[in-house]
């Protein structure tokens, strides 16, 4: 069983729905990139699955267990963490409050958490005392999947990670998340950088007008015709 299924998912904003019966699966351990022209709805199809946006149509399991009726909130609770594009630090409190921010659902010891985070992004530890909003945009996006990670989920959504940074720093960027998917948490992307996504996904999405139009492993999509020449440049 697949552990996080968004089945045929349609809606939208008002009477206009922007998701077609749009369809997505990542099991644990996985990276899955969903990929796209402007205006594929994209994001669109992470808010659905995060709870963001009600669906006429359709439905989302995780584990096993349907979850299209939750809030967002309960969603975390159940196990995802989701770090959106924009907007996803609190930029006057620093490093280490934003993380503990993270762990506000938990009621344990949440000090082996931050120790992985920081384990993870050692450029965080020496910035822990530093407000986020004096950091890279590099080192932001560090903090935002920080905080998603104290929530220990096994869900991470990370909707466009690399917008905004350098070449290298993308390419560092995702490094952690191989590494992250590695300790078996299953993760769901958007990605404007469509090549260097698919190259590291074990299934890839290709959304046009909210459809489904290639699903096919990241190796596969990269090698077929069709979606070079129309996405991906040649």
Known sequence: MTFLTADAMTGGYGAADILHACTLAVDRGEIAVIVGPNGAGKS???KAVFGML?????HVSLDGTNITT???????????????????????MSVEENLEMGAFIRDDDFH??????FSLF??????RRQPAGELSGGQRQQVAVGRALMTKPSLLMLDEPTAGVSPIVMDELFDKILEVAATGIAIL??????RQALAIADRGYVLVQGRNRFTDTGEALLADPEVRRTFLGG
């Open 54 to 58: 009600p669906l006429r149509a359709g």
């Open 122 to 127: 050692p450029i965080l530890r020496q910035k």
């Open 70 to 92: 939750l809030s967002p909130q309960e969603r975390v609770r159940a196990g995802m963490g989701f770090v959106p594009q924009v907007r996803n630090v609190f930029v006057s």
């Open 189 to 194: 992307m958007v990605e404007q950088n469509a």
């Open 44 to 46: 669109t199809a992470m």
């Open 112 to 117: 082996d958490t931050m120790e992985q985070v």
